[in-house]
């Protein structure tokens, strides 16, 4: 049982029907798609919050902190709990803080700046801003489900970073406005370079309320499925489109077989044998690259329009972490890794891993641009998990290699792709959060008792 009193906590909302206590409901909320890590799986499914609030204002929300923080208790922020490292797992119990329901767009500015709640969903906010003719710089492939303030709590980046890069890329986040856990609770603004210490940060450094996003000008765009004989093939023409700033694009996957035969809704799209790369190209163009797609030798599978996310087949359902999810779903065995691959030497790193590892690894890349222009192939393979020793050998092994990993089976953000020599997250969680309550045991290198 909590040490906690939490029966004081409905005092701080206007509706008691918002304060949640049925423990299937709990555990539910306590929850994301950790179960992607079989490690993760193991350690975390016992966690549990002990009670959990839907906020629908920042009132709510400050005195929320504030009750949380006059009585020691954990608050973990949630937005829709897709992350896969367990980002909104309560680790030491306390309160969920469900932030779904603060889900106003307030504006899209004539210069194409989104401010909007944190628990607006990204496919509403995409068709808002389609409406007046812009669109998402880029986004998770779980657009339809993820909020904004998740995304920008736990997520990187995705469809659309081919052109525009991360999240944390090119002033994409313009903004945020935060609750912190100070005594008393206060909410604070950050814009430019500041926004990095509260950017990914897992809800560890401040509960965000108000999001100002950079969007991009809408482009019509369609969809383009390319089979190749060999992943050789498929790459090289997939670096040749990612690298070539003339095609406007959103998309460019590649996937080797057998990946594409774990995609059962659209068997019509693989080619049995062959490797298989996934476009979003801008429509203008579409028939210009089907016929470079040709020329390079590959055999266009499938070719249509995009009319946004209910358009179907999606392709992109099948891309960036989806194809995990569709591989699991052939054989719960696959598990996956976030790596870098080399720009130059990326295919001797295929090489390299499949001479020491064999089908135990399939490659799944994603190209995606860097703040500093340059395209790169981010990758996010399928392995095939035996133990969690076999796992750690293959991570560094690519270390080794020259790689870059992204841990997803750590369940802290030290080790998992946010580590940052400057430490700016670590110095705001004293600045914001020097009890240590926000979503406690996340960020390793902070201790409440230790001073900077
Ligand atoms: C099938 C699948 C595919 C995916 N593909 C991608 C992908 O392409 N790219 C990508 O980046 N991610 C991807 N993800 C991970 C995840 O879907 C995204 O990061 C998504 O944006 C998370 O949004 P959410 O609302 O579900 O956040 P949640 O899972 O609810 O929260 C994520 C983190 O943010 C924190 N948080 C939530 N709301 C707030 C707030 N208001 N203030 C402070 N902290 C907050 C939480 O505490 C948690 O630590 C994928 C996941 C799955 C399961």
Redesign the pocket.
Known sequence: MPEYPLTGLAQHVADPARVLTTPAVLDRLSK??YW?SPVLKRQLAAKCGDIAIEAIDVGEVLAIAGYAREHGIPV?????????YG??IPLEGGIILD?SRMDRIEEITSDGVAVCQ?GVRLATLEQQANAQGWELRSY???LA???V???L??????IGSISHGMLRDFDTVRALE?VTMEDPPRIVRHEGKAIHEILHC??TN????RIWLALTPAVEWSQCAVAFPTFEAACIFAREIAEDASWTKRLVTVFEWPIPSFFTPIKQVQAPGQALNFFMIATAQAEAFRTAATAAGGQITFSGTYSGPRTQPLLSDYT???TT?WAMKADPQWTYLQAGFSATQCLEQTRLLRARFGDEILFHLEFMKTGDGSIVPGSIPLVRFTTEERLNEMIAYCLEIGMSIANPHVNHLEDSGRFRADNIQLQAKHRYDPSGLL?PGKMLSFHPEKQL
């Open positions: 994301d798609f992607y973990t922020p949630r937005g829709a709990g897709t992350g896969n980002q909104c932030l944190p998770p492939s779980t489900k993820a909020t303030g998740g995304f709590g736990g997520g990187s980046g995705g935060f897992w809800g401040g509960i965000l309320t960036w972490n989806h999810l979503n």
